[in-house]
């Protein structure tokens, strides 16, 4: 019996109670992620300990650690490629600070802030120089090779966005292409690297590599709406910074598609540079106009999408949490675009 569909209207409880079943491997790679500070000269050791210290979700990890779960069994070489893409992904956000020129994350200064740019990029260079060496370590290259080729789509990723700043022509498919290399890509290879250490089936690793394809595009646009309508004090990192930084997402593009064509650059100057007063009626025009709805149809799409790719796999408890933990991204989601918009 295969894992049934997703029921879009639950959000299945608490990612810490979603993630329960792998809690002591994930422990165990939280603790080796702190350990590799270790490895970097003695003389860099405080800037990098903070940055693999930060309390994140640990998504990627999880993926990876339950993926393996529900192919057979988590070994070292889990936790391993836990530690592996966390890495990547905290290189990437070491990285992201600087082009947003975000003052916080996880509720601490950003290296940025506290370092320099300079100085920031060379870190988040070294945290990938560091994870791509510990993926040439498993006895076979397909480890490191795939990482590798995660790692390059996600900087491709971040590129064109980065290319296609403050650019109204970008289009909802451009945007989604663009999430899919910069988010999608290294939860893919988490959950697709999850099965092919336990030798599974080609099959189940391509049913895994596109579960968290999926997850990834359906979390990142979740991440976006976070960045318009959340608040910081409960999201823990600098808001606003895609509208300072000109990235058009999701509910930008939608409230675009939706404006007259007279209007789109009155709309955008609003987007891209107002003030309180204009961003509060942008709120008001996104809530009133179906942005918000659309929005969150545009993440329970994705979030289908991964729970079909899992429909073929065997049921047992890993499955049943990664089902849980895809639909967690729709039910916060929900949440969020439900609430009052800030003014």
Same mark, same amino acid.
């Given at each position: 019996m295969g894992v049934s569909s997703l029921n879009l209207k639950t959000s299945g409880g608490e990612?810490?109670?979603l993630v329960a079943v792998v809690a002591e491997p994930l422990a165990q790679v939280e603790a080796a992620l702190v350990a590799q500070a270790r490895a970097f000269d003695t003389s860099v050791t405080d800037y990098v300990q903070p940055v693999l210290g &930060? &309390?994140? $979700?640990?998504?990627r990890p999880a993926l990876a650690l339950l993926a393996g779960g529900a192919t057979g069994r988590i070994t070292e070489e889990h936790i391993r490629l836990g530690v592996i893409v966390e890495l990547i992904h905290l290189g990437t956000l070491v990285h992201d600070d600087v082009l947003d020129d975000a003052d916080m994350r996880h509720g601490k200064p950003t290296p940025n802030s506290l370092l320099g740019n300079k100085t920031s990029v060379l870190l988040g260079d070294g945290i990938f120089a560091h994870a791509l060496h510990l993926a040439g370590c498993y006895p076979t290259p397909v480890v490191c090779r795939k990482i590798g080729l995660a790692t390059? /789509?996600?900087? /491709?990723?971040?590129?064109?966005?980065?290319q296609r700043r403050y650019d109204q022509r970008l289009s909802i498919p451009n945007y989604l292409e663009m999430i899919a290399m910069k988010t999608g890509a290294l939860f893919a290879v988490s959950s697709e690297l999850g099965a092919e250490l336990n030798a599974a089936p080609a099959s189940v690793v391509k049913a895994l590599s596109e579960v968290g394809n999926n997850f990834g595009i359906a979390y990142q646009i979740y991440d976006d709406c976070v960045d318009?309508?959340?608040q910081e004090r409960y999201a823990g990192k600098s808001l606003g910074t895609d509208m300072r930084t000109g990235k058009l997402t999701l509910p930008w593009l939608l409230?675009?598609?939706h404006t007259d064509a007279e209007r789109r650059d009155e709309i955008a100057e609003m987007i891209f540079h107002g003030d309180a007063d204009e961003r509060a009626k942008l709120f008001a025009?996104?809530?009133?106009?179906g942005v918000l709805s659309e929005s969150l149809a545009t993440v329970e799409q994705y979030v289908k999408r991964a729970g079909n790719c899992l429909a073929d796999l065997p049921e047992n408890t890993? &499955? $049943?949490k990664l089902s849980a933990l895809i639909n967690f991204v729709a039910g916060k989601t929900r949440r969020l675009l439900n609430t009052t918009v800030p003014a």
């Open positions: 990612l810490s109670e &930060t &309390t994140g $979700k640990r998504l390059r /789509t996600v900087c /491709t990723g971040e590129i064109l966005q980065t318009i309508f959340g409230l675009l598609e025009l996104a809530a009133g106009n890993y &499955t $049943k």
